[in-house]
């Protein structure tokens, strides 16, 4: 990596405006994402190489409808576990990890440990994620279930 390649300090005005522009459109041409940041071609690529070298830019995707893949069910369950020892905790994260029903975990200060985004073709899907999966990860001593019946807001929006 050259040098002066990572950003020292905060990031200025310019560079969180590419930023805001990527992730509202991640497949947006460097000569339109230029022109929207009033920047040459050269310097706004180098800035991005710069912002992705720092971090600030994880990577790129496409974000995918999981209504239209026959996933519309969300539910968002509280876990509470019986242990949270550094063990008993890597071990429920590498098991919530290989969920793949499991959209999203977070770790939550709060009466419960996790807060995980569940995602199933019906409600008859998520029981059975419920019953067979996520009371069988690790240390599970408790679940609390909260359905949601329609996102107002999300990644997608």
Do not use: W
């Not at 020292?8 to 947006?28: K, T, Y």
């Not at 576990?81 to 890597?90: F, G, H, N, Y």
Request: hydrophobic letters at 40%.
């Amino acid at each position: 990596m050259p040098t002066g390649s990572k950003i020292s300090g905060p990031i200025d005005q310019v560079d969180r405006r590419i930023l805001e522009e990527l992730a509202r459109d991640g497949r947006i041409s460097i000569a339109e994402l230029s022109r929207r940041v009033n920047l040459s071609k050269t310097p706004c690529q180098a800035r991005i190489r710069r912002l992705e070298a720092a971090g600030y830019i994880l990577g790129y995707r496409a974000i995918i409808d999981p209504t239209r893949l026959g996933l519309p069910h969300v539910a968002f369950v509280e876990v509470r576990l019986s242990d949270t020892r550094k063990a008993a905790l890597e071990a429920f994260n590498k098991a919530v990890r290989a969920l793949p029903e499991v959209e999203e975990a977070h770790m939550i200060a709060s009466s419960f440990d996790y807060l995980l985004k569940v995602r199933t073709e019906d409600i008859a899907a998520y029981r059975e994620v419920l019953g067979e999966k996520l009371s069988a990860l690790p240390h599970v001593a408790h679940t609390s279930t909260h359905v949601s019946m329609e996102a107002v807001k999300d990644h997608a929006g």
